[in-house]
């Protein structure tokens, strides 16, 4: 599966973004879509995930209360994260990610997923 990222872009503290992943082929029930970040001189790091067999959604602590994490693609081939109060903190690179494999217990590890999009810059100015 291909997966193509967008709606990254420049906000001042406090506003807010959202961006969205569509994957090339239907992911349904089939697959974990997640979103990462990865800052300048950081390593990459989870954001959030939605389970494709539950469609539960999981964040990191970082973003509860500010970032959500849908499927609301009638054909579940898009994933969105709409980040609100966004803080110069959360300026990265963002990347989707898919996988059809992952465990509840590596939800959040990088290495955990096979498919990456390209990424989307996000610069939160203070």
């Excluded at 997966?3 to 420049?10: D, H, I, V």
């Excluded at 990865?38 to 390593?43: D, R």
Aim: net charge positive.
């Amino acid at each position: 599966v291909q997966l193509q990222a967008s709606g990254g872009g420049l906000v001042q503290a406090g506003g807010s973004l959202r961006l969205s992943c569509a994957a090339s082929e239907r992911t349904g029930s089939r697959y974990t879509m997640a979103w990462f970040r990865q800052g300048p001189g950081n390593e990459r790091e989870f954001v959030a995930a939605v389970r494709g067999s539950t469609l539960t959604t999981h964040l990191a602590d970082s973003v509860k209360g500010r970032f959500t994490i849908s499927r609301t693609n009638a054909a579940q081939n898009t994933v969105y994260l709409q980040m609100n109060s966004l803080k110069p903190e959360d300026t990265a690179v963002h990347y989707c990610a898919a996988s059809r494999t992952v465990t509840l217990s590596a939800l959040r590890s990088v290495a955990a997923y096979a498919y990456w999009g390209q990424g989307t810059q996000v610069t939160v100015s203070s």
